[in-house]
Structures are given as C-alpha cells and as structure tokens.
T-cell receptor, first 110, second 117 residues
C-alpha cells in the first residue's frame, strides 16, 4: 500500500462544474496536509494547507480533511480551463517526513 | 519577497560524471528539502536540511548527498551518474519543519532538469 494515494486520472470536468480530487494516506500520525498544483513543465505551486478536521475554503478552492477515515480532498468550484493541471497531495507524517502522492491530472473542458 | 532559486536550470552530463546542484531558499526560511521528479515515480523525497543538519533522508543510494550552509543555501551532489538519474530535481524551502502550522508550508523552486547521456 502506497503511503499517499491519488487516482492518476485524467479527471475530466466541464467548465463551470465542481472538480473533486481525493487523496488517502496510511500514516495515522499525519498532522499536516497540502495540495499543490503543477502545470506541465513547471514546479509545484502550493494551493492549500489544512491541519484540522473539516473544511477550509479559499476562493474557489475547498480542502476537506477527515483524519478518522484518513482522507483529504480538494474541491474546485466553477472550474476553469486554466485549472487544467496535475494536483499533488502531500502529507507530513511521522518524523516530519513529507510524502507526495503521484498526482491527479485534471482536465477542464471548455 | 524573492522565491526559491535553483541553478543551473538545465544540465547535460554523461554516465560516470558527478554533478552539483544549488538551491537558495526564500529569505528567512531555514528548511530546505530536495526532491527528484520523474514521469514514472512522481515526486520522490531525497533529503531535508535544517540549520545545516540533515534531518530526514529518503530511500536513495549514497551517491546522492547534500549539505546546507550557514545562510541556508543548499547544494546536492550526485556522483557516478547513471542514466536513471535523469530527472527534474526540485528544491523546496519552508520556515521550519516541526510542529503543525503554516510554517511547514513548502515552496518550490523552478527545478534543475538533469539529463544523463
């Protein structure tokens, strides 16, 4: 079992729809969770961080964390073609080790 | 505030050679982490330095090494290059790496694209 798992996609959504990206993790002591966006040929860019159970909203982005079920998700409302990218989930687990998922490719269709 | 910078941006080497990559973190950031990114393996953690000390290390062979200077700038070295070392090497900095807070947020540099022939 991978430490951080994401569906590789591609996840295709029409413009204006809600895109839902999911991530599960195996280390129960994990406390810090991050979502990054990576455009092709570019480096990852931090979108959101979340540390406690529940929802955290920032503009069109909402991160959701459920530590009991060991998953974290990212919702993108009113998806735009410019949101087309690979979204990486990162988790800080035991010993402050950072582990990234392999990413989900999102395609927003105009 | 200037972002994370990495030099060089592109590098072509041949098998058996060694290479040194450099990373300058965001001003005030004391933690620097290095990652290798390949299409097949995704983003793999190499090591993390904080205040000149290696605090974490990933599962890479000893050919991969690094160090951090007193000004928080970091270098990583790969000796005896292999074809499989061809990858994008990314450096990320954060204010710190302990506790649970936004101080752990990592910001990436543009990366160094290494090609081994």
């Amino acid at each position: 079992q991978k430490e951080v798992e994401q569906n590789s996609g591609p996840l295709s959504v029409p413009e204006g729809a809600i895109a839902s990206l999911n991530c599960t993790y195996s280390d129960r002591v994990s406390q810090s969770f991050f979502w990054y966006r990576q455009y092709s040929g570019k480096s990852p860019e931090l979108i959101m961080s979340i540390y406690s159970n529940g929802d955290k909203e920032d503009g069109r982005f909402t991160a959701q964390l459920n530590k009991a079920s060991q998953y974290v998700s990212l919702l993108i409302r009113d998806s735009q073609p410019s949101d087309s990218a690979t979204y990486l989930c990162a988790v800080i687990g035991g010993y402050q080790k950072v582990t990234f998922g392999t990413g989900t490719k999102l395609q927003v269709i105009p | 505030k200037a972002g994370v910078t990495q030099t060089p941006r592109y590098l072509i080497k041949t098998r058996g050679q060694q290479v040194t990559l450099s990373c300058s973190p965001i001003s005030g950031h004391r933690s620097v982490s290095w990652y290798q990114q390949t299409p097949g393996q995704g983003l793999q953690f190499l090591f993390e330095y904080f205040s000149e000390t290696q605090r974490n290390k990933g599962n890479f062979p000893g050919r991969f090494s690094g160090r951090q200077f007193s000004n928080s700038r970091s270098e990583m070295n790969v000796s005896t290059l292999e074809l499989g070392d061809s990858a994008l090497y990314l450096c990320a900095s954060s204010f710190t790496s302990g506790g649970v807070s936004s101080y752990n947020e990592q910001f990436f540099g543009p990366g160094t694209r290494l090609t081994v022939l």
